[in-house]
């Protein structure tokens, strides 16, 4: 048996996260160390080591697409991306990263304080 991974212990609830949109089949929450204002992580609740293994591809995309969609409306932003690395935790997982601004691609994280991420956490929902 393996070690359970960072998100299995989030979707058995063993660590605290600012989820922001759950279903039979998905959890996303915020990243804790984000890219942008409003960094999501959309979770397959059953691992799947990578993106290209989840059984319903399109769903899963449908599914990044609603959130990216509810993140650009709550927070204002210019464009959003969604990017699929993410090697050091072998369980599939979407990034999805508003952009406020087109000619800033920076890929600077910073520490997100907990009312900061309450706070986006709820527009979000809101906007869901």
């Not at 299995?8 to 600012?18: G, L």
């Not at 932003?77 to 952009?99: C, D, K, L, M, R």
């Amino acid at each position: 048996m393996t070690n359970p991974t960072l998100f299995e212990k989030i979707i058995n609830r063993q660590i605290p996260a600012h989820i922001v949109y759950e279903d039979d089949t998905y959890i996303a929450i915020l990243d804790i160390f984000p890219k942008k204002r409003g960094h999501t992580l959309l979770i397959t609740k059953t691992v799947y080591p990578w993106v290209n293994d989840v059984p319903d591809f399109g769903g899963y995309f449908e599914t990044v697409r609603k959130l990216g969609l509810a993140i650009q409306s709550a927070l204002g932003a210019e464009y959003i991306s969604y990017q699929t690395f993410g090697a050091e935790i072998p369980h599939a997982h979407i990034h999805i990263v508003p952009y406020y601004d087109k000619t800033d691609e920076s890929w600077h994280r910073h520490t997100a304080t907990n009312d900061e991420l309450a706070e986006v956490a709820d527009a979000i929902k809101l906007a869901l």
